[in-house]
């Protein structure tokens, strides 16, 4: 019996160095993982907007134009400036045509988008936030629960 309590407690030991030893690992993977991932330049939407953007795109704003000084009321808006600022984390770290690229495949398009007189702050103006009333959703029904069955997509 003694002997079969030893080797239970050898057992019950190496199961638990097995355990600590993955836990390391574990831990070891996730900081070499923290490491090689790059840092956010800006740590917040609201940074990047200000601290960069603002700076960078600067135009005049012709009355066909529109922009609203509190986007962040525009959730079309916030999602068009979080994409623009997610591609620019990762473009900034591209050697060479990055820039050009969040420019051109970025930042042009959604600016003009914003920008439009029927984007996301139509009914704002410069100064005032949608002076003519809010924008409504798109209009949505429920589609028909066959919709959701993958092969319906299979094609």
């Not at 050898?10 to 490491?35: C, N, T, Y």
């Not at 907007?49 to 795109?57: H, I």
């Not at 922009?67 to 060479?96: D, F, M, N, Q, T």
Request: net charge negative.
């Amino acid at each position: 019996m003694l002997a079969a309590a030893r080797q239970a407690l050898r057992e019950l030991q190496a199961e638990q160095l097995e355990e600590q030893a993955a836990a390391a690992g574990d831990a070891l993977e996730a900081e070499a993982s923290a490491e090689t991932e790059p840092r956010l330049y800006f740590e917040k939407l609201p940074d990047f907007v200000d601290q960069f953007l603002t700076k960078a795109y600067r135009r005049e704003i012709p009355a066909r134009s529109t922009w609203c000084a509190e986007w962040w009321k525009h959730p079309e808006a916030v999602l068009r400036l979080s994409a623009l600022w997610r591609a620019w984390e990762a473009l900034r770290l591209e050697p060479g045509t990055g820039m050009s690229v969040w420019w051109r495949d970025h930042a042009d398009p959604h600016m003009a988008r914003l920008l439009d007189t029927n984007g996301p702050f139509k009914g704002c103006t410069r100064d005032q936030h949608q002076q003519n009333g809010k924008l409504e959703p798109l209009p949505f029904d429920t589609p028909p629960p066959e919709l959701y069955d993958p092969l319906t997509y299979a094609g």
